[in-house]
């Protein structure tokens, strides 16, 4: 249920680009095989993370969906809020909401950047959060403003909201107004236990991990597969991902030498794609979910990589 934090959860992300005919398919899957939880994105041009969710939810009976996240800048709270209660009380218990300043460039591009994005996700979390708590919201803030809202039909399991961000600042701000975290991929084991120190929850508090995985019974065709989705290693949004590994100087250095993204991921030593990503034999990867859970994420949620997303999900659930 939502008003516990499970422990040891793995989860798998639901590629944004699988063909909508097979998303059925990919969800009734990720089901039957045993995964704890979905998660769906939005990202710009792509798909709905409500719409992606309500399908998900409404096409199985067990599995929990996360929506991984939805960008504070592109819709009004008191909507969102509508929007989350009622797939919350549709599907009782099972949907997590993640919300978060989105990427930035996608933001501008729509002229949805606010001056203060610090401010913006503190108000919006702070009066969603209220709102599916089913209180009565009068706020007047800088950027979330509501006179005199509710909803009409309260929710009895209230979903947790959680924020994906990634900066300290924007850790330290989830710690305080959130239910939890998302943090993005490569979510290694030493970028976990920074983010959950720079968090700083004095309350029960999810911590969420996106990371790319591949299971073969041979771990250099594992890593094979994984590296192409490693190629944006070392631009500037993966910088808090990658500062507190022991690498790091080397990765950054490796990065500014190689001018083609596929070149540098070839590059990557086998040692340093083992901790970017989940990747080797079913025990490697289970021992690598493990390791991530120990440093401190409640869910870690693998991303399949590959020409065959479902096929790539059923290779995965040998590590479950």
Do not use: C
Not at 106 to 112: E, G, H, I, Q, V
């Amino acid at each position: 249920m939502n008003d516990a934090i499970a422990s040891g959860s793995v989860g798998v992300l639901l590629p944004r680009d699988l063909p909508a005919a097979r998303v059925p398919e990919f969800v009734r899957g990720a089901e039957e095989l045993g995964f704890d939880e979905l998660w769906v994105v939005e990202d710009l041009r792509y798909r709905g993370g409500i719409a992606q969710a309500a399908a998900a939810l409404a096409i199985t009976s067990r599995i929990t969906v996360g929506i991984g996240i939805l960008p504070v800048g592109a819709r009004n709270a008191a909507f969102a809020a509508m929007e989350v209660a009622t797939i919350a009380e549709l599907f009782p218990g099972r949907l997590v909401a993640g919300v978060g300043h989105g990427m930035p460039g996608w933001m501008r591009s729509l002229d949805a950047w606010p001056d203060s994005p610090l401010t913006l996700l503190e108000e919006y979390v702070t009066m969603l959060r209220a709102l599916l708590r089913g209180e009565r919201v009068d706020v007047d803030g800088r950027y979330v403003k509501a006179a005199d809202m509710s909803l009409a039909h309260p929710v009895a399991d209230v979903p947790p909201v959680l924020v994906g961000v990634r900066g300290p600042r924007s850790l330290a701000l989830a710690g305080r107004v959130a239910d939890g975290t998302v943090l993005a991929e490569p979510a290694a084991p030493e970028y976990i236990r920074t983010a959950v120190e720079q968090i700083a929850a004095t309350r029960p508090h999810r911590v969420v991990t996106y990371d790319v995985a591949a299971v073969d019974d041979d771990p250099a065709l594992a890593r094979a597969a994984a590296r192409a989705a490693l190629t944006w290693l070392g631009e500037p949004d993966s910088a808090p991902h990658v500062r507190p590994l022991p690498f790091a100087d080397e990765l950054t250095a490796l990065r500014a030498r190689s001018a083609d993204p596929h070149a540098f991921a070839a590059a990557l030593p086998d040692a340093w794609v083992d901790r970017l990503a989940v990747v080797g034999t079913p025990p490697d990867v289970r021992a690598a979910v493990a390791v991530r859970h120990e440093a401190g994420a409640t869910t870690v949620v693998l991303i399949p990589v590959g020409a065959d997303p479902t096929a790539a999900l059923g290779s995965l659930a040998q590590a479950l």
